[in-house]
């Protein structure tokens, strides 16, 4: 999952990158040679996206740096965390769930993901098969054991 990340990161980073060095100047000569540049449209709108792209480069390069630290600390076998599946029976109606704890960037509700940064999310994290946990939600509380974890 992690090099899955790192490929989807790396490559906005490289299509942003080349958009950056190479389309924004040539629109940004475009917009020179049309004159007058204090009522340019054109002008003003490819500084601006010179500027965003910039901004999500930054951001895109600190998530590239996150995600390299998160494969270095991998999750102990047998317990909850990044790339787990674990499944989870709730104390007061018995119904059992499974959730595969995931990064935000790769979540996919209707597969049953979570994200790692979610509060159910941190109230597994690192927990082991018979732990139990309450979870407090806006619309109540939860009590949870831990049934179950695989790695995936």
């Known amino acids: 999952m992690i090099r899955e990340m790192r490929a989807k990161l790396g490559a906005e980073i490289q299509q942003l990158s080349h958009e950056l060095n190479i389309l924004i100047p040539q629109a940004i000569a475009q ?51 990044l790339g787990t599946s674990v499944t989870v029976i709730d104390l007061r109606t018995n119904e059992r769930e499974t959730f595969m704890v995931v990064l935000a960037e790769m979540m996919d509700i209707d597969a049953g993901h979570i994200s790692l940064a979610s509060p159910l999310g941190r109230a597994l994290k690192g927990r082991k098969v018979g732990d139990e946990i309450e979870l407090r939600l806006p619309n109540g509380q939860r009590q949870l054991r831990v049934v179950e974890i695989a790695q995936a």
Do not use: C, I, M, W
Not at 48 to 67: I, N, P, S
């Open 31 to 81: 917009a020179v040679a049309l004159g007058d540049l204090r009522e340019n449209s054109e002008y003003k709108a490819a500084l601006e996206r010179q500027q965003f792209v910039q901004a999500r480069l930054g951001q895109l390069h600190h998530r590239l740096a996150q995600v390299s630290e998160l494969s270095t600390t991998e999750t102990p076998a047998g317990q909850v965390g």
